[in-house]
Nanobody, 127 residues
Framework: QLQLVESGGGLVQPGGSLRLSCAAS????????IVWFRQAPGKEREGVSC????????IYADSVKGRFTISRDNAKNMVYLQMNSLKPEDTAIYYC????????????????????WGQGTQVTVSS
């Protein structure tokens, strides 16, 4: 059974950093592209970043470009989201999702059929 588990969320002050992790079990993460989404209270889900299968393609939402970095460690079956210079508007539940053979992250923010979703991890940016 494909399972994703996010971790690393928490409370951080504006300007601070967090690293989110997305751990895969039940499948080989190397075969999948991975996307990070977030959803803030009262707002629609937003695609934050995508890393394609093989890691050759990464995409970021304009709202996080230059501050967030997505990476993957296939040997550990893990994907990470390094978040720097955090702002209050980054406050949300962050989710990772996996799509088989998803190399180029095309339309990642609106793609509907992901193979697996995690349960989410809360990120709160507040002083």
């Amino acid at each position: 059974q494909l399972q994703l588990v996010e971790s690393g969320g928490g409370l951080v002050q504006p300007g601070g950093s967090l690293r989110l992790s997305c751990a895969a079990s039940g499948f080989i993460l190397d075969y999948y592209g991975i996307v990070w989404f977030r959803q803030a209270p009262g707002k629609e889900r937003e695609g934050v970043s995508c890393i394609g299968r093989g890691g050759g393609r990464t995409i970021y939402a304009d709202s996080v470009k230059g501050r967030f970095t997505i990476s993957r460690d296939n040997a550990k079956n893990m994907v990470y989201l390094q978040m720097n210079s955090l702002k209050p508007e980054d406050t949300a539940i962050y989710y990772c999702a996996a799509a088989r053979d998803y190399y180029y992250c095309s339309g990642y923010a609106s793609k509907g059929n992901y193979d697996s979703w995690g349960q989410g991890t809360q990120v709160t940016v507040s002083s």
